[in-house]
């Protein structure tokens, strides 16, 4: 709540999900989270339409959301001279 003081609830717990899930398969190419992701939702494809719903929402900045984790890991690892791998979601490179 510190960090993303003015983000909704529901949103920060979905994007909290979404965070740790990506962790715990060290991807985030959204096929992968969808299968990995812990939800009711039996079907594959209705978590796949969750995540990019949620990923899509207008009403989340992502710029704002992930800013005060990227400065504490990159604070952190300059600190400790760790190297950063980073991840990017292949599934949307070819979109305009």
Do not use: H, W
């Not at 400065?71 to 979109?95: F, H, P, W, Y």
């Amino acid at each position: 709540m510190a960090r993303l003081p003015f983000q909704n609830k529901k949103q920060r717990e979905r994007l909290a999900l979404l965070v740790a899930t990506a962790l715990q398969v060290r991807s985030v190419n959204l096929n992968e989270l969808a299968a990995a992701v812990l939800r009711a939702t039996e079907r594959l494809d209705m978590r796949y339409q969750r995540i990019s719903r949620i990923l899509g929402n207008d009403l989340i900045d992502i710029d704002e959301a992930i800013a005060p984790y990227a400065r504490e890991v990159l604070t952190c690892a300059r600190a400790g001279g760790c190297t950063l791998v980073v991840m990017i979601d292949q599934s949307k490179v070819n979109d305009a």
